[in-house]
C-alpha cells in the first residue's frame, strides 16, 4: 500500500521559508515522478511542483518559479520543497503525490496521494 507522509508545514510571515518534506513508502518509486500541489480555501486544488525520480527532471508552475525548488533524496525515499520568499497567496493545504506519468501528475491526475500539510503565510 502506498503511503505519502507530508511534514513541515507551519505558520511563517510573509518574506520567509519553509522546507516540506513527502515521506514515501509501500512500494518502489523509483519510475516514478512525484509533485507538489496546494489548495487554498475556495479554490481548487493547482499544480505546484513536480520531479522525476529517475533523472531528477523537475517541472514548475509559472506562480513559483524562482521561488520554491523540488529535490529528492533517493536514499530516504523522501521529497522536499523548498520554498522562499513566501507571500500570503501562497497560504494553502500542500499535497505530495505519485504516478508513473510525469504528464498525468503535471496535469494534476496522479493516483497516490498524501493526507496533505497545512501552509500559512501571514502578511
Known amino acids: 500500500q502506498v503511503q505519502l507522509v507530508e511534514s513541515g508545514g507551519g505558520l511563517v510571515q510573509a518574506g520567509g521559508s519553509l522546507r516540506l518534506s513527502c515521506a514515501a513508502s509501500g512500494r518502489t518509486f523509483s519510475s516514478d515522478t512525484m509533485g507538489w500541489f496546494r489548495q487554498a480555501p475556495g479554490k481548487e486544488r493547482e499544480f505546484v511542483a513536480a520531479i522525476n525520480w529517475s533523472d531528477g527532471r523537475t517541472y514548475y508552475a509559472d506562480s513559483v518559479k524562482g521561488r520554491f525548488t523540488i529535490s529528492r533524496d533517493n536514499i530516504m525515499n523522501t521529497v522536499y520543497l523548498q520554498m522562499n520568499s513566501l507571500k500570503p497567496e501562497d497560504t494553502a493545504v500542500y499535497y505530495c503525490?505519485?504516478?508513473?506519468?510525469?504528464?498525468?501528475?503535471?496535469?494534476?491526475?496522479?493516483?497516490?496521494w498524501g493526507q496533505g500539510t497545512q501552509v500559512t503565510v501571514s502578511s
Open positions: 503525490a505519485a504516478d508513473r506519468s510525469p504528464s498525468t501528475v503535471v496535469a494534476g491526475s496522479p493516483n497516490s
